[in-house]
């Protein structure tokens, strides 16, 4: 199991769990079934199944889906003299009778496609009086559990005598989340995973901007603080029904997991110790994380200590890069150690050898940062620059004056000396930064960060620069719409949308990168090769190393382009019989050439491939 959270832990020793579906999982906006949702859900269920777990599922959504199904029957039945009529509510316990039947047929069509079968266990309130019954309850889930049938528990609304919920304070439970912190205590259960229609439990309404979603529920220090909203758009309990129910679990010893039936394999990142959801423990109180910054709180404090460094003369800050420079220096040894840590961890996962050449910090590297930020330290002052000057009047003068932008969000991928290039750019230019860098650098960016941090004078402090350490926090940053001013996502196409489409910031992003040289007929060829080589041999792992060289038409009459190749060929060569050298080459082991046919643009492949070289 690969990065799994510490206070996620306990999973491994997770054997039987009850996994809860809220009626907001189960049915769409209209009322009717979610198929795809709920397919999704019953893969998932047949895959734990097959890895060994003791699954017990309790569904909710009979009631929404009888209803809906009543109403359009009714419909179907009904004159147009009785539409002008005022229509009745329908009958709760009808619906429940009629959706139930609809619902387990179902779970048993889509069980039955997955080779899994399933059985069905109506229960009430009453029926847990009988210790008889809870006895037979016991053997029943047993035995269908050791013939690796899947039991489907719901409250049998169609027959119930319970009051409505909350109101009888003698009842044993009140709907179906308590029904599952019930059966979840009653079958000794291992864990309870409560599934609803948002992440999990935020601090707010989840659609209040300023809601933060909490990971993991401490109730001395939770319990006064959360803001609950609306509840669902179906269901009896909504959230306040889910927390109550996990405390008490939680409590009597059940771990609870609160987390969204929306996304994709969330029950299985749960059981994989991701930090997902919001986890209610008997010993969260203990737990070093819960004292973890918030992604609110690193925002707020690095936008406050932004504030005092553009506060700083330009000799301060330049002040501070130096020291930057000098403390990189005279922690290197300490740095590689947790560099080459990272590598070694990286090349044991497996990782592609372009992304370690990225991610290793090279003899020399530390020397050639710190010498880069002396360099950036003595450049004009960024901050307070006139760039433009107008005068609208007599006595009045516009001024258009470089300024910081306030706080960074800067997303970045494995290597760790960008971690550096972007702090100092931060420093030299008065920004406060949150930074995101990959997993597999994550002892180097923390061993970086601390080096960096510790340099800056406590007069700004080291909270202007943020280090998120977890994937999880990423979308509570993009919600802080108030706090953080830019997003730059440094990544592929794909990370730039998903963050493009989850956050109000602007986000400064970037389409595919498209790495070409062109060399016109007019170019001084001397410089055009050194130029070439430098692009494409010289650090072939870089994301912008040459992918493509594109050449006029007219060099192949002249027998520069034949030039060109032959120099790429013999460095290369020359490159790949130096041992020190070879893992600079596997990002690409060939380079295409391009000829310009025409003054249309068309264009073919005139050379590909130095694999021979």
């Known amino acids: 199991m690969t990065d799994i959270d510490p206070s996620r832990a306990f999973v491994r020793d997770v054997k039987r769990l009850v996994i809860k579906v809220g009626t907001a999982v189960v049915t769409r906006n209209d009322g009717r079934l979610a198929l795809g949702r709920l397919g999704a859900l019953c893969e998932q269920i047949k895959e734990l199944n097959y890895q060994g777990y003791e699954v017990i599922l309790v ?140 992440e999990g439990l935020y601090s707010g309404p989840p659609s209040d901007p300023k809601s933060r979603l909490i990971h993991t529920y401490v109730k001395e220090k939770h319990q006064s603080e959360i803001t609950f909203g609306d509840k669902s758009r179906v269901g009896r309990g909504g959230m306040t029904a889910k927390v109550k129910a996990a405390v008490n679990a939680a409590y009597a010893g059940i771990p609870v997991v609160i987390t969204s039936g929306f996304a994709a394999e969330n029950i299985i990142k749960v059981l994989q110790g991701q930090r997902i959801g919001t986890l209610f423990h008997q010993d969260a109180h203990s737990w070093e994380p819960v004292k973890e910054i918030g992604a609110r709180d690193m925002a707020v404090a690095a936008r406050e200590c932004s504030r005092r460094l553009q506060a700083l003369s330009s000799h301060e800050r330049k002040k501070i890069l130096l020291d930057i420079a000098d403390a990189l220096e005279a922690n290197e040894k300490l740095i590689t150690i947790e560099n080459e840590a990272d590598v070694a961890a990286a090349q044991q996962a497996g990782y592609e050898k372009s992304l370690i050449s990225r991610l290793a910090l090279k003899p020399g590297k530390i020397s050639s940062l710190a010498k880069s930020i002396r360099v950036l330290a003595n450049m004009e002052d960024p901050i307070g620059r006139v760039l433009k000057k107008t005068q609208l009047a007599d006595g009045l003068i516009l001024e258009k004056t470089s300024s910081p932008l306030g706080v960074l969000l800067i997303v970045f991928e494995s290597r760790p000396d960008a971690l550096v290039q972007i702090a100092s750019l931060a420093i030299r230019s008065g920004n406060g930064l949150l930074l995101k860098g990959g997993k597999e650098a994550k002892r180097s960016n923390a061993i970086l960060h601390k080096v960096i941090t510790d340099a800056i004078p406590e007069t700004v402090g080291g909270k202007v620069i943020g280090l998120v350490t977890s994937r999880e926090e990423i979308p509570d940053l993009l919600k802080l719409d108030d706090v953080i001013d830019l997003v730059i996502p440094r990544g592929s196409n794909k990370l730039v949308s998903q963050i493009k489409s989850s956050t109000k910031i602007p986000v400064l992003g970037h389409a595919d990168g498209i790495c070409h040289v062109y060399v016109d007929k007019s170019a001084d060829m001397n410089m055009a090769k050194r130029i070439v080589l430098d692009a494409k041999v010289d650090y072939p792992a870089a994301c912008n190393a040459m992918e493509t060289l594109l050449v006029h038409k007219d060099l192949v009459q002249t027998g520069l382009l034949n030039e060109l190749i032959v120099d790429l060929r013999v460095e290369v060569h020359t490159r790949i019989v130096s041992s020190q050298k070879t893992e600079k080459l596997q990002k690409s082991s060939c380079i295409k050439l391009t000829v310009l046919l025409s003054s249309t643009m068309q264009a073919q492949d005139f050379v590909t491939g130095l694999a021979s070289a």
């Open 59 to 198: 569904t909710s959504g009979a009631v929404g889906l009888g209803r809906q199904r009543l109403r359009y029957r009714r419909l179907v039945n009904s004159s147009f003299a009785d539409l002008q009529k005022p229509q009745l509510e329908l009958d709760g316990k009808a619906c429940a009778a009629v959706g139930q039947n609809s619902l387990m047929a179902l779970y048993d069509t889509l069980f039955n496609e997955l080779d899994i079968s399933s059985a069905q266990l109506l229960v009430t309130d009453s029926d847990f009086r009988d210790k008889d019954f809870r006895k037979q309850l016991d053997e029943t889930v047993r035995s269908l559990i050791s013939l690796r049938v899947i039991p489907i528990f719901n409250e049998n609304d169609a027959v119930s005598t319970r009051k409505a919920p909350y109101e009888d304070s003698s009842g044993i439970f009140w709907d179906n989340d308590s029904l599952a912190a019930l059966l979840a205590l009653e079958l000794k259960a291992d864990l309870l995973v409560l599934l609803s229609d948002v």
